[in-house]
């Protein structure tokens, strides 16, 4: 996730847990590395910036929007940017030769500012626009499509696995009954008829959870999540870096336990199934430090986790 903040002539990405992203990647200057998730290129930008000529970096985004971003960084041969999801890195690694000679990767997870800041991909309650919540909107069908043809029971179901809302039927209900009058196509839309229900029940703004869990699943962001950590883990080299910023309890849950996992294995009893060939690089997450979160706010969800590949 970047931050941006804008002075009165160019914005200044700020990629989260910039430092503490690199010191988990332990970055060798010629070696071969994915950034997972473009975003405005602040985390890429950094890593070339310790890669040296002989090191290659092959960035993806499924928001084509993201992928075009920085043509500054056109020019650098060192550099290729795809437009992909990082559920297909194994695939794109394969086809390049670095299966097992990857010597790090970073998945960003979540929504970047400017995704959240543009009222027309629909990401966010704050400001109207279409309901349409895709990652690529060159692909798959906006939340409107879906939320005016799914049953209250799926609904229901994706408001509570996804966004842990306690009011997951009462809402599932009023969508139902309110399609029925007029479809439901705009956040502001969306956004009312939740806070009629939640109203002052959250810390949060009452519409948090519903937008949250239909942007998940409509991206399938755990399933992606779950293929891309399997794919990257078996691509890393002896002594590669596998690295995750995780910004909600349900990313990180998965990406704790596969990690965990890894570093020791366990068989259907609860005992060592054998030799680990992952450690943990942390014993516990890694969060943003004070300095940071003054500037960023956003970045006070963060958790950093890091795995690496010992044999």
């Not at 043809?149 to 842990?164: D, K, P, Q």
Request: glycine share 8%; proline share 5%.
């Amino acid at each position: 996730m970047n931050a941006v903040m804008r002075s009165a002539s160019t914005p200044i990405h700020q990629p989260v847990m910039l430092g503490e992203v690199l010191e988990a990647m332990n970055i060798r200057p010629e070696g071969r590395y994915l950034d997972g998730t473009f975003g405005r290129g602040g985390h890429t930008s950094a890593i070339l910036s310790r890669l040296g000529p002989a090191g290659r970096l092959l960035a993806l985004d499924r928001d084509p929007e993201a992928i075009a971003a920085r043509p500054d960084l056109v020019a650098d041969t060192r550099l290729e940017r795809v437009h992909a999801s990082f559920g297909e890195a194994g695939v794109l690694l394969a086809a390049r030769g670095w299966q097992g000679r990857l010597d790090g990767a970073l998945l960003d997870l979540g929504v970047s500012s400017p995704q959240l800041d543009d009222p027309a991909r629909g990401f966010s309650f704050r400001a109207d626009g279409p309901l349409d919540m895709r990652m690529d909107p060159s692909s798959g069908e906006p939340v409107s499509a879906w939320l005016n043809r799914a049953s209250e029971s799926e609904i229901r179901e994706c408001l509570w696995a996804y966004g842990e809302e306690r009011r997951a039927r009462q809402i599932a209900q009023r969508i139902c009954l309110k399609r029925e009058e007029q479809a439901i196509t705009t956040t502001r839309a969306l956004a009312e008829l939740v806070g009629g229900i939640v109203k002052g029940e959250h810390r949060i703004d009452p519409a948090t959870r519903t937008f949250q869990a239909l942007r998940i699943f409509i991206n399938d962001e755990l399933g992606q999540l779950k293929r891309g950590l399997a794919q990257l883990v078996e691509a890393l080299a002896v002594a590669g870096r596998l690295v995750v910023l995780s910004f909600h309890s349900l990313e990180d849950r998965i990406v704790k336990r596969y990690f965990r996992e890894l570093a020791r294995p366990l068989d259907a009893e609860g005992k060592s199934a054998g030799p680990a060939h992952y450690r943990l690089v942390h014993r516990k997450s890694v969060v943003a430090g004070e300095e940071e979160l003054a500037i960023n706010p956003r970045a006070r969800s963060a958790r950093l986790r890091a795995l690496e590949r010992i044999t």
